[in-house]
């Protein structure tokens, strides 16, 4: 079974507006961590936004924020005011208990239009 | 800041040959970690590290061997390359002095083999 679903392959959103990139994650361990990385075109992995199973507020990272459901099992990235160089692939990771390994979905095409 | 590099952008190989793929971080992380990449599947683990000379098998580690000899350095290696090996290969390292553990990524390989 897959342990992290990102269900839409690709999104467009105009640049200036908001957009929300879906995640949802499978795990029985009460401790875990959910991450989101962004990776442009020169393909080296950036590290935006990380959100503890046992915190109380959702994280936020300037215009970045993570909207934690728990009871869902959903970790959805949402950028507000979207710029062009927002265009990129974007992971959800998911790290179970207090191992130290990720496992990834399978990611999102994020494109801003002008 | 922290810096991952890896020994190659780009990399052509043939069948059969022997590849080394070198990645090196300069933050005294104890956790290395080698994925590949390959459109519509995420990052798929090979083989992560813990400690100098320590090795653990990850999702796919068929076809595939590493080497930890120093705490910074740490090696991928295709002992006979085949063209199902083709793809973009990620390094990675991260700290247990991080209580979120976030890995941070080198640039990436990518190889391909004819």
């Known amino acids: 079974a897959q342990k992290i679903t990102q269900t839409q392959p690709g999104m467009f959103v105009q640049e200036k507006e908001a957009v929300t990139l879906d995640c949802t994650y499978d795990?029985?361990?009460?401790?875990?961590?959910l991450f989101w990385y962004k990776q442009p075109s020169s393909g080296e992995m950036i590290f935006l936004i990380y959100?503890?199973?046992?915190?109380?507020q959702n994280a936020t990272e300037g215009r970045y924020s993570l909207n934690f459901q728990k009871a869902r099992k959903s970790a959805n990235l949402v950028i507000s005011a979207s710029q062009l160089g927002d265009s990129a692939m974007y992971f959800c990771a998911m790290r179970e208990g207090y191992g130290q390994n990720f496992v990834f979905g399978p990611g999102t095409r994020l494109s801003v239009l002008p | 800041d922290v810096k991952v590099t890896q020994s190659s952008r780009y990399l052509v190989k043939r069948t059969g040959e022997k590849v080394f793929l070198e990645c090196v971080q300069d933050?005294?992380?104890?956790?290395m970690f080698w994925y590949r990449q390959d459109p519509g599947l995420g990052l798929r683990l090979i083989y992560f590290s813990y400690d100098v000379k320590m090795k653990e098998k990850g999702d796919i580690p068929e076809g595939y061997s590493v080497s930890r000899e120093k705490k910074e350095r740490f090696s991928l290696i295709l002992e006979s390359a085949s063209t199902n090996q083709t793809s973009m290969y990620l390094c990675?390292?991260?700290?247990?002095?991080?209580?979120?553990?976030?890995?941070?990524f080198g640039p990436g390989t990518r190889l391909t083999v004819t």
């Open positions: 795990t029985s361990d009460p401790s875990y961590g």
């Open positions: 933050m005294d992380h104890e956790n």
């Open positions: 959100q503890g199973s046992y915190d109380q």
């Open positions: 990675a390292s991260s700290s247990r002095r991080q209580s979120s553990y976030e890995q941070y």
